[in-house]
Structures are given as C-alpha cells and as structure tokens.
C-alpha cells in the first residue's frame, strides 16, 4: 500500500496561468478531501468527494478553483488563473468508508510567481 | 472566527519532560477530536483521537484529557523524545454532519536532547 500518491511534489507557475494537481487515493477508500496548507492560514478544507460525487465544497474559492474525481483512482484540481496568494502546499487525503481518520499524501508545493 | 483554537504556536520541552498542548473548539455539535501529526514534507498523520463521550485517551506515550463542559482537550506527550519534534493539529468534526474536519492553527514542539 503506497499511500496517498500527490504529484507534483512542486509546482512553479507564472501569474496567469493554469495549475493542475493530482491526487491517487488509498485503494478502496471511498472519501477524498483537499486541503490548503499556509504559515497565516494554516489547514484550510476545500472540498470532499464520497464515492466519486461531491459531498462539500464550502471550502473553495468560487472562481478559479475547481475539483473533479472522474474515477475511484484519482482526483484532480484545477486553479486557474493563478494568481501569487494561490501559493501554498495543496493537501489530498483519503478515507475508507465508515471511518473518520484522514490518510494524507505529502502535498503539492504550488509556487505562483 | 476560529472553531477550533490551539493556544499555543511553539512548545519546548526537555527530552524526558511530559509535553502539554492545548486545543479549545466553539461548536458544541463537534463529537471527534483526532490529533494529527506532521513532519517538515509530509502531509499530518493520525496520531491519537478521542470520541466526545470519553474523557480520556491513552495510547502509550501519548494521552487526550477531553474536557466536554469547558469545550477544550489537550495532548499528554510522556517522555517526550528528540523524535517527537513535530507540527501537532488539534482537529474536530461532527460525525453526523458533512464530515468536514476541521483544524488547528497548530503547535510545533521542539524536544531538546
């Protein structure tokens, strides 16, 4: 079991453009969530797939950000525009059904110039 | 407004010395409390987590005191080692909402050899 998978482990994009994350869950787990980590905010939720459709996304930026899960094995996020204070490590976490403990992959590292 | 609140940025303990980290939550709905550790580029691991109907948690080095009147917890680092020195997130969600959890700002102990 590999764990969660995040790739890139670092991103640099320009202001303006296009960023896009991946993220492979735990085989089998069900849940997938998104975090935002910086120093001023700290662990910001962004939003939550149960199996594939999405559960919550209070947590997003409503223009620029969005997330999609098209398989059981990965999910995506998409910040478009990118713009400096998008800059921050990007957290997927998965969990099993019936179960509230988060597994985390170790992050996108996004830097916006 | 933060739901969940640690009091502290940064702890220093001696190797050997209990280290104590405080985490107080507003929302009386919150009825899980998990800590979650991180290392400098990983993402936060599960450390220990208590359910609302205890008042305490013990997992060997490590123990939760859950205080439900007063809304706050903390986290009982016994024999505390160089290995310890970590980022620890008090977290909470409520079982029977979204499941969105939510984090701490975060305390990040230092155990001096």
């Known amino acids: 079991n590999a764990g969660v998978i995040q790739t890139p482990r670092h991103k640099v994009t320009g202001k303006g453009q296009e960023a896009t994350l991946w993220c492979e869950p735990i085989s089998g787990h069900s849940a997938v969530f998104w975090y935002r980590q910086t120093i001023v905010q700290g662990l910001e939720f962004l939003t939550y797939?149960?199996?594939?459709?999405?559960?919550?996304d209070s947590g997003m930026p409503k223009e620029r950000f969005s997330a999609q899960m098209p398989n059981q094995s990965h999910s995506t996020l998409k910040i478009q525009s990118t713009q400096p204070q998008d800059s921050a490590v990007y957290l997927c976490a998965s969990s099993s059904g019936g179960s509230e403990t988060l597994y985390f992959g170790s992050g996108t590292r996004l830097t916006v110039l | 407004q933060q739901q969940v609140r640690q009091s502290s940025q940064s702890l220093t303990v001696w190797e050997g010395e209990t280290a104590i980290l405080n985490c107080s939550y507003e929302n009386s709905a919150f009825d899980y409390f998990p800590w979650y550790q991180q290392f400098p580029g990983e993402g936060p691991a599960l450390l220990i987590a208590?359910?609302?109907?205890?008042d305490k948690k013990e997992d060997g080095r490590f123990t939760i005191f859950f205080n439900k009147r007063e809304k706050n917890l903390s986290l009982h680092i016994k024999d505390s080692q160089p290995g310890d020195s970590a980022t620890y997130f008090c977290?909470?969600?409520?079982?029977?909402?979204?499941?969105?959890?939510?984090f701490g700002s975060g305390t990040q102990l230092t155990v001096m050899p």
């Open positions: 797939f149960r199996n594939q459709a999405p559960i919550d």
């Open positions: 977290a909470a969600t409520a079982s029977s909402g979204s499941w969105q959890l939510i």
């Open positions: 208590i359910r609302s109907v205890s």
